[in-house]
């Protein structure tokens, strides 16, 4: 790997190592298999094993029950490791990821029923829904609907979906959480994107689901973020855990750098000009200099507001409206460094780099997708920022 992007990482939990491990272990199966996965438009069996075999989807398992219960820094880590070889691989460890930091927070049943039998259960999840309807029975809800872009659905062993909870009779439904089995919902194939097309991110659907109570949270209750003392990853709210989502985009603009570097470096001529190599070109070094510190940029202001996260979850303290807003901002602000990084290096590599049978732009196409969602969406994120730089308290979004 190339020095200058190479990034130094921060010292490493022993999972978070194992983990990163393990990924350069796969890596070769992850990018044999990427070009099935785009075809597709969900991973292939080939892939999803692989990322079970490595581990990766225990993540955010508690460690009592054997999982990594690693913390947003490592996460990263890991996830970047993942996109060098598969952008849509790691969308779905990302999504399994928040996942299970959520649903680690429901108690005690709920975790033994997820993870009881052992630590590699892969989740999917989507809060929002499609005409979703719950009705009260003894024990429970029963649940129907239909929930859409629910990434890695094909492979997960459950879902976390939002569903209404009726209150008392004539009120209004409150908005939560069920965890259901996967074995419980079909899934309707919707998913036919630009770009993360291995990610499968089709569309779930149940027909009257039993939902016990111990399985459903007030969506209120997790966005406050209420976990163990002892287990700071889940007293982390979703909406601080949103900079997680950015670590396949650093993943996958460090891959398309190394792609670029490596034509630099093949000899190939500048076309239309007197440089008898890439490399010799003037307004190439600038480029490339530019876009590996648009990525470095992202980097820091990524594991700046994960360590700030951390630490407070750890310290026990409750972050500052400012604070929290500042960690949207630092993932928005993430998104649009990495957009800008490749878009610089595409222009380095050529038209040639749009080629079909070029992984440069099948990357380029992951990276403006995922970018896209809502969750790094840099125009909210200085919505949040500057309302609460200027002291107003109007809430924009509850995700913050």
């Known amino acids: 790997m190339h020095p200058s992007i190479d990034a130094e990482r921060t010292a490493l939990s022993d999972p978070a190592r194992t983990a990163v491990a393990a990924v350069q272990e796969i890596a070769p199966v992850l990018r044999r298999a990427a070009d099935a996965a785009e075809r597709e438009s969900r991973l292939t069996p080939e892939a999803e094993q692989a990322l079970r075999t490595a581990g990766l989807f225990r993540l955010g ?27 849509s691989s790691s969308w779905v460890v990302m999504v399994s990821y928040v996942a299970q930091q959520i649903a680690a927070s429901f108690g005690e049943r709920a975790r033994q029923d997820l993870w009881g039998e052992g630590p590699d259960v892969a989740l999917c999840g989507v809060f929002g829904s499609t005409g979703a309807v719950s009705e009260p029975i003894e024990g429970g809800l029963l649940v129907s609907g239909s929930w859409s872009w629910a990434s890695g659905c094909h492979h997960a062993d459950w879902a976390m979906l939002g569903v209404p909870l009726p209150g008392e009779q004539g009120s209004t439904p409150e908005r939560g959480l069920a965890l259901i089995p996967a074995s419980a919902l079909a899934v309707r194939r919707t998913w036919d994107m630009a770009g993360m097309r291995g990610t499968g991110s089709d569309t779930l659907v149940a027909e009257e689901v039993f939902v016990p109570y111990h399985r459903l949270r007030r969506f209120a209750d997790v966005v406050r973020g209420n976990g163990l003392p002892e287990e700071p990853l889940y007293r982390i709210p979703p909406g601080s855990m949103t900079l ?72 026990g303290t409750t972050p500052t409206l ?79």
């Open 322 to 400: 400012v604070e929290r807003a500042r960690v949207r901002m630092d993932a928005g602000y993430a998104s649009v460094s990495l957009r800008q990084a490749v878009q610089a290096l595409l222009t380095v590599s050529g038209a040639g780099s749009f080629s079909a049978t070029r992984t440069i732009q099948r990357h380029w196409r992951d990276l403006e997708t995922a970018a896209r969602h809502p969750t790094l969406d840099p125009g909210l994120a200085k919505e949040m920022y500057g309302r609460a730089l200027a002291g107003d308290e109007r809430p924009v979004s509850p995700m913050v």
């Open 244 to 315: 997680v989502s950015a670590g396949p985009l650093l993943g996958t603009a460090q891959a398309v750098l190394q792609l670029t570097l490596e034509t630099v470096e093949s000899g190939k001529p500048m076309a239309m000009s007197l440089h008898a190599r890439l490399a010799d070109s003037p307004s190439v070094q600038a480029s490339l200099a530019e876009a590996a510190t648009l990525i470095d940029s992202a980097r820091l202001h990524l594991t700046r507001s994960a360590a700030f996260v951390g630490a407070a979850t750890a310290s």
């Open 61 to 87: 398992a508690p460690e009592r029950f054997g999982g990594h219960e690693l913390s947003p820094a490592d996460s990263l880590d890991v996830l970047a490791e993942v996109a060098l070889a598969c952008p």
